[in-house]
């Protein structure tokens, strides 16, 4: 049995209602369009069938597989990405902790009690309940490790120090970042996406509530996309700017390969794992919604309504970055942001960013909203860091956005039933 963790795990013949939505909404061709840094994935190479995966229901991603799910898996409605620091200083704890969460998100995954409560009156309940009766709302959950799991302050804390990839390291600061401590780094990182956002608070709220007395929250943001496909015409979402956003995203298996999945040969425990970076980018909502339309286009490239590139008709037509208007001026600025971001083609990511608002920003009295911006590579330095370098000085879009949170998190390939997350470091 081949246990490949792809996208959506569905077989063919068990397309969830969301995945047909958007196949339809793509004109009927069969794939996923709209692959997006906010969006839709292609669901391709599907490995499951239902005979391997009885009990799988139309919105349950397997939690066991290849690789972990929610990296390549078609971007749920919410998300919330926490940081964690471990205030254990023993490894037997941090693997039971990982032993703990694994049976946890297993039994999330497919919409179960992670234990039933009504064996003993007299203990907390071991699951909180609120997802009772709930369906599991295709809930992912991947997790991750961050540079100082293996060395903090000088200390090689677990006598793992020896496994840490040379690529797991903070990123260096950018031309215009405004950093703020308590959104960066962190020893670990759980990532819970879901199509229901009670699902998701459930998980995320249980999977803290295992790890208390071994880790302490250091930061955690929520971010939401486009309701649940219902909107089929927002085939691509569309970001706080209301632009469409993923339009060039990878979505093959040969391009996951190329872009996202590391061969292990940094690290033979990466192998079929990715790198996460976080960046929490402030939009400055005010400042933007009164700038005209047509820099609102220059900034990034693209039309607003159709999210073709300038110059082109269609969304997915090909750039012609040297395309001239009649004046003779190029129709993509060469600072807008979609030149920047693609440069000369060579580095690529997946994005997978949601929006996030924590509503206001009591010390301006404005919106403190932004975008949640994750992306899945297989060498954040070879890959990131390049194209962010680019854009951090001349991006027009640098007017409207703040970089103000910054992490780096290594997400090991998938577990094997019997296993636990992480079992291939420990
Ligand atoms: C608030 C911040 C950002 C916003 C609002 C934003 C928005 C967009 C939009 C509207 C597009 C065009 C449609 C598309 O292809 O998806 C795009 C493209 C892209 N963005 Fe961003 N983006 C942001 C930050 C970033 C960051 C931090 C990176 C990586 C360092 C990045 C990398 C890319 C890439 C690689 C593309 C595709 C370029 C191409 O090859 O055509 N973006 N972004």
Redesign the pocket.
Known sequence: MSNEHNQSNKSNSKISRREMLYRTGAGGLGLLIGA???GTITALGNTKSDKEEPTLKDDQVPFYGKHQAGIVTPPQTYAYLISLDLTTSSLADVRQLFKDWTVASEKMSQAKLIDSYEDNLYVPPADTGEADGLTASNLTITFGFGPTFFVKEGSDRFGLAGKKPDCLKPLPSFAGDQIEDQWTGGDLCVQVCADDKQVAFHAIRNLIRIGRGAVTLKWMQSGFQRTNGSNVKQS?PR???G???????PRSKEEFNDIVWSNGREAPWMKNGSYM?M?R?R?LLEVWDRTHLSEQTKT???DKVS?A?LGQKEEFDE?DFEKKDENGNLYVPSDS??KL??GD?S???L?R?YSYSSEMDPTRAQLDA??L?I?YQKDPFKQ?VP??KR?AGSDR?NE??R?IGSAVFACPGGTNKGGYVGDSIF
């Open positions: 997006s840094g906010l691509t970001n706080l700017f632009f469409k956003d993923g339009t060039v995203n970076v960046r980018i939009m990034f490239g693209r999210g590139a750039v942001h979609i971001a693609r083609g580095q690529k990511i994005r960013s932004g975008l911006f992306s990131f194209i962010q854009m879009m409207y956005i970089h």
